[in-house]
């Protein structure tokens, strides 16, 4: 018995390092490498870092669509402002309606698409003098930086835009606007918007008609610090599960960024790669199990190799349907058989471990499909301020079948590629 069970046990021993020696055979370099959420670009310039989207064949990027997503917010706040009592919405009856802006990060594509979207579509924006540009006719036009306070209106990043709600025009100003940075350096953070709003609010309060922020994360610190007790219009961005409630208080809107096609995507590209399967393999086409992804909610720019889901607004008239950001979508989530695709090991990181959006609402939807595509993931938690943080934490790639990255700046894909190579 005693010599059997040594036997069994030498025999699990050459099967996992039979295992092991499966996930060497393939060199670094050429396993797959999926970005996500923070596409490699140039955070000043935001134009894409196409060393990093082309570092291998089977690299990508899985994102959304920062412009229509953007565009979308700000259509959204006017709708609502056009919709309400002439008589209410300016709160101190100035004439103005005035509101703050929660900037999440002035380098992060994503973020800067927020702010001009918010801008172009309240007609406060003004041409990006810093990119050379003197007229806007796309969002991509629009000067993005923050004001830090305009309360007379004379800021050059901004003008005073226009509004007619019902019989009575408006002036519509920009009184304020941060980038929401805590003193250890990490973005979109959302207690730091929660103090801002208290600053603001301590010094012309009764000014504020409304709140925009670049994401829920700080649109809620700020909804839950002062807004919902004033009665002020907020609107957000991701459709976080406790965002979505909110709606209920009072809470005025926010946008999916449809997180769970994305979470399925990263992972479905990590597969596909991994397969040497088609690339579309269970996104435009249905895979073996069935799984695949409707047209209007995606799509895919082979030039550049970006993924991009497409975002949706959510307001009171729709919010009942996005309450669980969590819940796994039934046209993407049929179990693969192990045969068609054996279970791979994959690093994956978030690269801040407190963000509202990436760990409420991201991470929850990529557990719900790494077990049914048969990946075995490592999820790595950041720090949300050094690249050193997660990079230190790919010592050992040759453990893993692919890798799937989350930065903490867009500008930084070569610190983790390096590891790779
Ligand atoms: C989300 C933000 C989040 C950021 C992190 C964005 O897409 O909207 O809420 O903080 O990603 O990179
Ligand atoms: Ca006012």
């Given amino acids: 018995m005693k010599k059997f069970l040594s036997l069994v046990l030498a025999l699990a021993m050459v099967l996992s390092l039979g295992a092991i020696a499966f996930a060497d055979d393939v060199p670094n370099n050429e396993k797959p490498v999926i970005w996500f959420n923070r596409q490699p670009s140039n955070s000043t310039t935001g134009e894409l870092d196409m060393d990093a989207l082309t570092f291998n064949e089977k690299t990508y ?17 006017v709708d609502y402002l056009q919709a309400q009592d002439p008589a ?18 002035i380098g992060h594509n994503d973020s800067i698409a927020r702010t001009r979207g918010a801008r172009k579509a309240l007609g406060t924006a003004v041409p990006d003098a810093a990119q050379g540009k003197t007229a806007i006719e796309t969002i991509d036009d629009v000067d993005p930086t923050a004001v830090g306070t305009n309360l007379d209106g004379s800021s ?18 920009e009184l304020a606007s941060q980038e929401m940075k805590n003193n250890a350096g990490a973005t979109w953070d959302a207690p730091t918007a929660g103090t801002a709003i208290m600053t603001w609010s301590a010094s012309f309060g009764d000014q504020i008609d409304v709140v925009v922020s670049n994401n829920d994360g700080m649109g809620m610190a700020v909804f839950n610090g002062w807004s919902k007790e004033n009665g002020v219009p907020t609107f957000g961005y991701d459709a976080n599960s406790d965002a979505v409630a909110a709606i209920a208080d009072g809470y005025c809107g926010t946008i999916s960024q449809n997180a769970d096609v994305q979470a399925y995507l990263t992972l479905r590209v990590m597969r596909n790669a991994l397969d040497d399967a088609d690339i579309m393999t269970g996104i435009s086409t249905p895979d073996a199990a069935g799984n695949v992804l409707s047209e209007d909610l995606y799509y895919y720019d082979e030039a550049t190799r970006c993924f991009y889901a497409l975002n949706g607004a959510v307001t009171a008239d729709n919010y009942e349907a996005f309450l669980d950001a969590t819940a796994p979508n039934a046209a993407f989530n049929n179990q693969l058989s192990e045969e068609d695709a054996a279970t791979k090991k994959v690093w994956l990181d978030i690269f801040n471990s407190t963000d509202n959006f990436l760990n409420a609402t991201y991470k929850p939807q990529l557990e719900n499909y790494d077990g049914i595509l048969n990946l075995d993931v490592e999820y790595i938690a950041g720090d949300g301020q050094t690249e050193a943080n997660i990079t230190d934490r790919l010592g050992n790639p040759g453990d893993y079948d692919g890798f799937a990255i989350n930065m903490v700046k867009t500008d930084n894909a070569a610190s983790y590629t390096s590891k790779l190579q």
Avoid at 88 to 105: E, F, K, M, S, W
Avoid at 157 to 169: F, L, M, P, S
């Fill in 61 to 77: 990027y899985v994102g959304f669509d920062a412009k229509q997503g953007a565009e979308l917010q700000g259509q959204m706040i």
């Fill in 88 to 105: 209410a919405v300016d709160r101190n009856g100035d004439g103005i309606i005035g509101y703050v802006l929660c900037i999440g990060d």
């Fill in 156 to 173: 050059s990043y901004v003008q005073d835009g226009a509004i007619t709600i019902g019989d009575k025009e408006f002036v519509v100003r």
